[in-house]
């Protein structure tokens, strides 16, 4: 069993930058890839980035070239850097773990408005 945090969600003007951290009680080693999803009010959760053990990633169409996952795995947390933010990203974000089971954090919710 693991537990994932996460943080740094908040009010952020359109344009602006957050960093969303999500912090694994274990080894995120342990885990086939580590992700990042949101979900918008009236709307179902989505896929927004995820990187593997091998540091290799990948993004949605929505966040591409916006956004960036990175991970730290002598301090077992993976991070969201999310620049150029618009309206249309206002969600929860969640951080999950993936492996044997999938591990999933509590939320963190981002609002981008002016």
């Known amino acids: 069993q693991v537990q994932l945090v996460e943080s740094g969600g908040g009010l952020v003007q359109p344009g602006g930058s957050l960093r969303l951290s999500c912090a694994a009680s274990?080894?995120?080693?342990?885990?086939?890839?580590m992700g990042w999803y949101r979900q918008a009010p009236g709307k179902q959760r989505e896929w927004v980035a995820i990187?593997?053990?091998?540091?290799?990633?990948n993004y949605a169409g929505s966040v591409k070239g916006r956004f960036t996952i990175s991970r730290d795995n002598a301090k077992n947390t993976v991070y969201l850097q999310m620049n150029s933010l618009k309206p249309e990203d206002t969600a929860v974000y969640y951080c999950?773990?993936?492996?044997?089971?999938?591990?999933w954090g509590q939320g963190t919710q981002v609002t981008v408005s002016s």
């Open positions: 990187i593997n053990n091998y540091n290799m990633t």
């Open positions: 999950k773990a993936a492996g044997r089971g999938d591990y």
């Open positions: 274990g080894s995120i080693t342990n885990f086939a890839a």
